[in-house]
């Protein structure tokens, strides 16, 4: 099997050398790291996206970047594919908003949109992260959008902070209590040992309680019984939230959990085989990369515990100069793709696509190993 394997990726690189690698017309494999081009030759400008599989096709969904610049100038691109390398540009599955004032207003900020399929509704769903024109990170709040139809457009619902006066699921009442109790003006001064005890047990919890918890870098996951649920970084990129969206996928059932409070976790990709499921995340660093984290858990809700990295080999401990953006199934098999970023702050939109075939250990452990070259 491993042969094989090894055999596929030796022939992909041959092949992908004799057609002049990733330029040619027909790409014949993924080549991370280099320019991807669409069916027009353009790099593919789907940055911090996931790709989502429906009736025979691949949708890929991403932030369409400027050359130049941090602001969202067009909005949420969208491409299809059959064969997950050779992808054709349908467009802009949600265009910013040309009206002065609007909260998706050209120039707001959209990073890490997620696409996904409700089959009960038999509408397409966006979850994206969306800061307000000329306010920074601040806002901090996720955006809603919907979709008859894979390629959009999307039609733009409204924005929030997730679970507004709601406490965790797993806060008993004596939690609440606790942190009910914490006085912020005792902790102005960050990182200090008292200052992350207090983030622990709910510092930034109850500050945000009233208009809703932080949602920046975010996935959407959708487990076997067709529930969805939004892993948000909230209090201020410090603790990840996983939150359970209503049947529609449109709103919050006010279930949700704190992971790894205080950890400072980013870049949330999720999967699960064999009913175990696994979190690849990233620490914040901005752009630049930093060694990725895993979890495990047998149960959506938890215990999550925490384990090393999963990449290995030469610059592991900076993810092969990557931040994770989502994990996607291979329709029909049992093989995942880590899909990635390698920003390149200086010219976002040619930051480079990083995909990866997940190995799995013998007790289910996902591993990342580089690739110069592979294929499906
Ligand atoms: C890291 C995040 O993962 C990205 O999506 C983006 O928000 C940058 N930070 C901005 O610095």
């Known amino acids: 099997m491993k042969d094989m394997k090894i055999l596929k990726c030796l022939v992909a690189f041959v092949l992908c050398m004799a057609t002049g690698g990733a330029g040619a017309q027909v790409l014949e494999c993924i080549t991370p790291g280099e320019i991807w081009p669409d069916d027009k030759g353009e790099h593919i400008n789907a940055h911090g996206g996931n790709v989502l599989y429906h009736e025979g096709t691949y949708y890929w969904y991403g932030e369409n970047r400027p050359a130049r610049g941090f602001t969202t100038e067009v909005g949420v691109s969208v491409y299809s594919s059959k064969d997950l390398m050779n992808w054709k540009n349908e467009g802009v599955a949600l265009p910013v908003s040309e009206k002065r004032g609007d909260v998706i207003e050209r120039g707001c900020i959209m990073e890490r949109p997620k696409v996904v399929y409700n089959a009960e509704t038999k509408k397409f769903v966006m979850l994206f ?13 996720v955006g809603f959008a919907v979709s008859d139809s894979p390629t959009g457009p999307f039609e733009f619902i409204r924005s929030l902070r997730p679970n507004a006066g709601k406490w965790p699921m797993d806060f008993t009442k004596k939690d609440i209590k606790r942190a009910m109790a914490l006085d912020e003006a005792k902790y102005k001064e960050w990182w200090t040992p008292e200052w992350r005890k207090a983030v622990d047990v709910g510092l930034l919890l109850k500050r945000d309680l009233p208009g809703g918890q932080m949602s920046r870098d975010m996935t959407v996951f959708i487990d076997d019984d067709g529930k969805a649920y939004h892993i948000h970084s909230a209090e201020e990129n410090l603790t990840l939230n996983i939150a359970e969206l209503t049947p529609d996928y449109l709103d919050y059932t006010g279930n949700y959990i704190r992971l790894a409070p205080g950890g400072h976790n980013e870049a949330p990709t999720i999967l699960k085989r064999n009913g175990v499921y696994w979190m690849i995340t990233s620490g914040c660093t901005g752009w630049d990369p930093n060694e990725a984290r895993m979890f495990r858990a047998e149960s959506i809700w938890g215990p999550w515990v925490q384990l090393p990295t999963p990449f290995r080999g030469k610059d592991a401990d900076k993810s092969f100069h990557t931040q994770g953006t989502y994990i996607f199934k291979v329709e029909g098999t049992d093989e995942y793709v880590f899909m990635a970023d390698r920003w390149m702050p200086r ?7 990083i995909w990866l075939p997940i190995s799995f250990e013998e007790d289910g452990t996902p591993v990342l190993e580089w690739k110069d070259s592979w294929r499906f």
Not at 130 to 136: A, P, Q
Not at 347 to 353: C, I, N, V
């Open 129 to 141: 992260h969306l800061e307000l024109k000329g306010r920074g990170y601040e806002a901090a709040r």
């Open 347 to 353: 010219s976002l939109k040619f930051s480079r696509h």
